[in-house]
């Protein structure tokens, strides 16, 4: 006999939903979390969801050290605030699904975050990473490559310019394309399209436009 398990059923298209191909994605921030490490770094962790239905989860941005020193991740956080038109994100209770690892599965928690970001529309470019975890295990990860507005395809340095045609992202799109693998894993296999991270984030300096001076576009 075959009974239906409601906690199954649902847990089948989880991998199929996620986003697993680099590219361009446009959908509405799902988590919003602040983040801080054991060090003390602070972070915005961020969940999305695509208007396809797919989702990336944990594409966390630890963007300042305890000691107020920016990360170059502040980079992508203000473009996310410009592109999200969010002048200013007061911290507060979200609520929002996580991995709960005691029970094994996922739940809606209440977490320390910022609500003016949730539901907020936005663009993101999407790479792949391969790395190894703690553990030894290489895993897949998707990282924001880039940033651009959901209605307008304006990068941020271009709202800022008071552009009125979008003209970078078409720019990124094609840097993207020319190595959307990064490969971090501690054994690297052989993979045609996979480049190393230092050049290729030397290469995208001054593309993204995530450089965001004092006052606002908006």
């Not at 998707?142 to 552009?163: C, D, N, P, Q, R």
Request: hydrophobic share 40%; charged share 30%.
């Amino acid at each position: 006999m075959l009974k239906l398990d409601s906690s199954l059923a649902k847990a089948a298209d989880v991998i199929a939903a996620n986003i697993q191909e680099p590219g361009k994605y446009v959908g509405v921030i799902t988590r919003a979390e602040k983040l801080t490490a054991g060090t003390g770094t602070e972070g915005l962790g961020l969940s999305f969801k695509a208007d396809n239905g797919q989702t990336a989860d944990y594409i966390d941005l630890y963007h300042t050290k305890s000691d107020g020193e920016p990360l170059s991740a502040l980079k992508t956080v203000n473009a996310i605030l410009c592109c999200a038109r969010v002048a200013q994100a007061e911290e507060g209770p979200i609520r929002c699904e996580k991995w709960v690892k005691a029970k094994g599965a996922r739940e809606t928690v209440t977490v320390p975050g910022y609500p003016v970001l949730m539901g907020k529309r936005i663009g993101l470019l999407l790479r792949k990473v391969l790395e190894t975890d703690d553990k030894g295990k290489d895993r897949t990860r998707m990282e924001i490559f880039g940033v651009f507005s959901a209605e307008t395809e304006l990068t941020a340095s271009e709202m800022y310019a008071k552009a009125s045609t979008p003209k970078r992202l078409a720019e990124m799109v094609a840097l993207l394309a020319t190595k959307p693998v990064i490969d971090k894993r501690t054994t690297k296999r052989p993979a045609t399209s996979v480049g190393g991270a230092a050049d290729f984030d030397a290469a995208m300096e001054g593309h993204a436009g995530y450089r965001i001076p004092d006052d606002e576009p908006f």
